[in-house]
């Protein structure tokens, strides 16, 4: 069983960063995507950010593009979600998730993960 582990969350003030990683427990297969979540109080989980491995293409949340950028350190097995101008509705937890096989049109969509880490909070004071 594969685990993903989330770190780099906290309280931070709006218009400040904040810089996730997430850690795998093993390896992927050549054909994966590795996705950011997130599901704030009451509301939905909703597709952030996801990196689709060999191709290194990235793909984002129409809303939070030019504010978060995803990246990947392969040697590591670790992505990282960049998150700058922080606003208070970006307040939510943030989970690490992994899809095999993915196409273009799975990208986006949560049901396709399989694996999922155990969340790292962010909250986003004003």
């Known amino acids: 069983q594969v685990q993903l582990v989330e770190s780099g969350g906290g309280l931070v003030q709006v218009g400040e960063s904040l810089r996730l990683s997430c850690t795998a427990s093993?390896?992927?297969?050549?054909?994966?995507?590795m996705g950011w979540f997130r599901q704030a109080p009451g509301k939905e989980r909703e597709f952030v950010a996801a990196?689709?491995?060999?191709?290194?293409?990235?793909y984002y949340a129409d809303s939070l593009k030019g504010r978060f950028t995803m990246t990947r350190d392969a040697a590591k097995d670790t992505v990282y979600l960049q998150m700058n101008n922080l606003k208070p509705e970006d307040t939510a937890v943030y989970y690490c998730?992994?899809?095999?096989?993915?196409?273009?049109?799975?990208?986006?969509?949560?049901?396709?993960?399989?694996?999922w880490g155990q969340g790292t909070q962010v909250t986003v004071s004003s």
């Open positions: 093993e390896r992927a297969s050549d054909n994966h995507a």
């Open positions: 998730a992994r899809q095999l096989r993915p196409i273009t049109s799975t990208i986006r969509s949560r049901d396709r993960y399989v694996y």
């Open positions: 990196i689709r491995w060999p191709a290194k293409a990235t």
